[in-house]
């Protein structure tokens, strides 16, 4: 029984990639269009219990997946041919920075650490930020929306069939270990999550599509499927999702906002740490 395929929304066509792919095997991208939180919600119900999506929020529909580092170095106008070595030289300067900052912390980090740590903190990066929750992908879809925004989703499995049968490496970004071959040009991308997660990433369920080369745009053939919101929806979804605690105080906590709450409670109320009540079946 396929489940997903029951579900009937108001549009839904096929896209052709093909054209603008250069990895063969998945030639079809769906497109479905929902236009009520009543459709959107059950979207997510159903792909909720589907643990090899993972899902990315944007803003507006037209927008296509591009990585940070890509818009940096267009923006910039910075040759195609430049980009692998311009990378390498922002990844090895802020990691000898931070190894300066705070030395014996991070020596042991893993290049995929090391560039989530670089993408928290505003430095443009390969990784491309997505989700497991497609509720919390649909709350950044929507909280900036002006118009049709969209949910872009990845299938895990697929991209781990395209890795085994072409026997890329899992990681081609750069590095400072030696003998590694640094950004290789593999048609592929992988989803991974850092073995050290910073406390945002977590609570927004957080892991980063890391292809294997970097392109002005992610590879088409890389997307399972594309589901476009209609601007009629934003309001009441927006509500909704506040109301299931989705909304920027979740995604976004802040470790100060925690301290000064801690110092506020620390002197009213009883001077035991309340027990948590069971949750009533």
Known sequence: MQLLGSLIYKTSVIASVLGN???????????????????LKNWCDQRSIL?????????????????????????NKIKSEEWRP???????MFRERLLNLCPGMYENWSPMDVLSLMQHHGTPTRLLDFTSSP????????????GDSAIWVINTDYLEALHRSKGFE?????????????????????ILTP???HL???????CFLVPGRILSEVDAGFIDSKVILSENLVMDSVIKLRGLGIDNESMFPNLDKIAEEINRFSVTGGAEFPAVRPKKS
């Open 21 to 39: 792919s250069s990895i063969k095997g998945k030639s079809e991208m769906e497109i479905t269009t929902l236009y009520s939180w009543e459709e």
């Open 51 to 75: 643990k090899q999506y993972v899902f990315r929020g944007q803003s507006d529909n037209t927008w296509p997946l591009r990585t940070s580092l890509a818009r940096h170095f267009i923006a």
């Open 86 to 92: 311009r990378e390498l030289k922002m990844y090895r």
């Open 135 to 146: 509720l919390v992908a649909s709350y950044f879809a929507l909280r900036d929306a002006r």
């Open 170 to 190: 899992y990681y081609s970004g750069p590095t400072h270990i030696d003998n590694y071959k640094i950004a290789q040009k593999n048609p592929s991308a992988i």
């Open 195 to 197: 073995s050290s997660p």
């Open 200 to 206: 945002r990433l977590a609570s927004q369920h957080g």
